[in-house]
T-cell receptor
Framework: DAGITQSPRHKVTETGTPVTLRCHQT?????MYWYRQDPGHGLRLIHY???????DKGEVSDGYSVSRSKTEDFLLTLESATSSQTSVYFC???????????FGPGTRLTVL | AQSVTQPDIHITVSEGASLELRCNYS??????LFWYVQSPGQGLQLLLK??????LVQGIKGFEAEFKRSQSSFNLRKPSVHWSDAAEYFC??????????????FGTGTQLKVEL
């Protein structure tokens, strides 16, 4: 257990509305990640953070922004949600001692 | 850029039979390689990983994987499958980031069904 919680766990929203997903960790890990999971695509990296206020883009970052104001929290924002962003979103942290990523329970987002 | 191919989308095996899930990767340097398992509605759980050294690595739940550099493969095996192994399995390659850390590229997954 990597001490990762995600909120909300489920959300239904409408096209065009802003949405923020939260990832919280208790292990003081430096690196945090946001992935989306879609059938036939596996998991794809959206954004990652390598420290407070330090973030970088992943392979599917269009339409998403992130923020990290504290070590323990990493927020993913959809400024104007679209139906193509319906997905399951996973947060992960990197254990520096083992170079291994551990995943949270996921957030299922439906955009109508 | 790195990539991972899992050629089998679905695999069905009988309980007690052996299992091999295929994974091929593309990466310019010595890769970090991982296998994760996901049960329905759950997050991903690490099964095993390879960074360097012995090319046969042991993981949890009786799984093992063998790194073959010449074939760019990291296949997952289990000698005797249990019904509880039914899940989706993901292979991933990790690219090392400047300053430490890594980022993962995942395959599309293999869905394992176990027949009783």
């Amino acid at each position: 257990d990597a001490g990762i919680t995600q909120s909300p766990r489920h959300k239904v929203t409408e096209t065009g509305t802003p949405v923020t997903l939260r990832c919280h960790q208790t292990e003081n890990h430096r690196y945090m990640y946001w992935y989306r999971q879609d059938p036939g695509h596996g998991l794809r990296l959206i954004h990652y953070s390598y420290g407070v206020k330090d973030t970088d883009k992943g392979e599917v970052s269009d339409g998403y922004s992130v923020s990290r104001s504290k070590t323990e929290d990493f927020l993913l924002t959809l400024e104007s949600a679209t139906s193509s962003q319906t997905s399951v979103y996973f947060c992960a942290t990197l254990s520096g001692g083992t170079d291994t990523q551990y995943f949270g329970p996921g957030t299922r987002l439906t955009v109508l | 850029a790195q990539s991972v191919t899992q050629p089998d989308i679905h695999i069905t095996v009988s309980e007690g039979a052996s299992l091999e899930l295929r994974c091929n990767y593309s990466y310019g340097a010595t890769p970090y390689l991982f296998w994760y398992v996901q049960s329905p509605g759950q997050g991903l759980q690490l099964l095993l990983k390879y960074f360097s050294g012995d090319t046969l690595v042991q993981g949890i739940k009786g799984f093992e994987a063998e790194f073959k550099r010449s074939q760019s493969s990291f296949n997952l095996r289990k000698p005797s499958v249990h019904w509880s192994d039914a899940a989706e399995y993901f292979c991933a390659v990790g690219a090392v980031l400047t300053g430490g850390g890594n980022k993962l590229t995942f395959g599309t997954g293999t869905q394992l069904k176990v027949e009783l």
